[in-house]
């Protein structure tokens, strides 16, 4: 269990960093985002609201890996079947593997009203479906393709992603591709001429699986912290972030994989036997690729190379949600405004009562949303410094003064990233942001 450290024996100097307050935060068992009552508030009531949409992603992006796979017109991969909506989330209900949430293991009652009714009213799931009054997928979908682009990430720790360029791989992904398309000359045909095709769209299906088996963890996380919230049992940020990190732990060993069902048969594309887990192959891939690289919305920045606005160089891309502009654009990037629209459905009525004071009007909610939701990344974000550095270094109280310098280290070179004056990163960064409550 991670805990709030007790006041260290041994004290090092200040720290000389640009954020030296963040990082004395840090040391002490805090997070970057301030402690205080209203933060508390604002994380944990959007966290509530982002589970029940991930809720649905999670379902519905393993019902995309496993069963849609590589159907050349998706046009329903969005319409969740039942069985899926009926899955058992392996972290709530009686028969969990681990019961992180003491709810229950089938889709959130919150979601399956939504599914019913929508904004507007009970009406075919294909006019909710055009009327865009559903849950926003697309978000999802930008998300696994970020970390699909993102790749060869924490190698050689992260090991499911080279594994997608071996032959093992390949040949599992022909036998799943062949089997999809027995009977279909058309295709087949297309795959013997072009395989490297259909086995690129294989692994954009592993993905599918990768990112639905990461959120199937984390919602029942957010639940969770939200009901031990409601209990009055979580009375500050760094007990809410450090609730974050023992799950972490709990969990991180959990499998990855990607199994396609065809007519009832099941294909091993990546077998659980391969060992991957949650923590290297899915949690910390998806937070590299989503809170801080993702891709710049086409509109906010030049893709003209001559301009120099985008790196040439993924791994100084920075238009994640920590350095999101808070204005919804209308992309999973800067800002995640499909995701914010999915939230507003399912806020908490005491985050509810809390934009309507602050909001300047109705359809200044969104913004607000963004926001918070951008704080609560900050939180989540402190949640894997503090994971790596209790995985990888020294307890926050150790008496070792060698111990801690290595620890303030590791949380510097974290906090340098939002420090680099390249392509904006500093200006785009929103650390300085959060620090206050003036910033809506």
């Known amino acids: 269990m991670v805990q709030t450290p007790t006041k260290p024996a041994t004290k090092l100097p200040p720290s000389q960093h640009e954020f030296a307050d963040i990082v004395h935060r840090l040391e002490a068992g805090g997070a970057m985002i301030p402690d205080t009552p209203e933060n508390l508030m604002q994380i944990i009531g959007i966290w509530k609201a982002y589970a029940v949409p991930m809720d649905f992603y999670w379902r519905d992006l393993l019902y995309i890996g496993e069963q849609v796979f590589l159907n050349p017109f998706p046009f329903f991969k969005y319409f969740l079947p039942k069985e899926y909506l009926e899955r058992h989330n392996h972290y709530a209900g009686d028969d969990a593997d681990l019961r992180i949430w003491r709810g229950e293991a089938t889709a959130h009652p919150e979601l399956v009203a939504f599914i019913e009714k ?43 992603d080279p594994y997608l360029d071996t032959e093992e791989y390949k040949d599992n992904a022909n036998r799943a591709i062949e089997a999809y398309f027995k009977g279909n000359p058309v295709m087949l045909g297309w795959h013997k001429l072009f395989p490297e095709m259909f086995i690129e769209q294989c692994r954009q299906a592993s993905y599918y699986s990768n990112l639905g088996l990461f959120w199937e963890v984390m919602a029942p996380v957010f639940f969770e912290v ?22 972490i732990f709990a969990i991180a060993g959990r499998p990855i994989y990607h199994h396609v069902y065809v007519k009832g048969e099941c294909y091993e594309v990546i077998p659980k036997s391969k060992g991957f887990t949650w923590l290297y192959e899915a949690a910390l891939p998806y937070v590299e690729s989503v809170f801080y690289r993702t891709a710049p919305f086409r509109g906010t920045k030049s893709y003209n190379a001559q301009a120099g606005e985008v790196p040439s160089d993924q791994k100084d891309f920075h238009y994640g949600v920590l350095y999101a502009d808070k204005f919804p654009v209308g992309s999973a990037g800067v800002p995640p405004t499909l995701l914010m629209q999915d939230m507003l459905h399912f806020l908490p009525p005491y985050l509810q009562g809390f934009y309507e004071k602050r909001c300047r009007s109705e359809s200044d909610i969104l913004n607000q949303i963004g926001i918070t939701f951008q704080r609560s990344m900050y939180c989540v974000t402190s949640a894997v410094f503090q ?54």
């Open 387 to 440: 994971a790596l550095r209790t995985a990888l270094l020294y307890p926050l109280d150790d008496p070792n003064p060698k111990h801690l310098q290595a620890n303030r280290a590791f949380f510097e070179a974290q906090l340098d990233r939002f420090c680099r004056p390249e392509y904006g990163i500093r200006d785009a960064a929103r650390l300085r942001n959060i620090q206050t409550a003036d910033y809506r």
């Open 226 to 247: 939200s009901d031990l919230y409601d209990e009055g049992k979580i009375t500050s940020v760094p007990e809410a972030m450090n609730f974050l990190v023992n799950g």
């Open 118 to 160: 929508g904004e507007t009213q009970k009406m075919p799931k294909l006019l909710h479906h055009l009327w865009h009054d559903r849950i926003n997928m697309e978000f999802a979908e930008a998300c696994m393709r970020a970390m699909l682009w993102h790749r060869n990430m924490y190698a050689p720790v992260n090991q499911f």
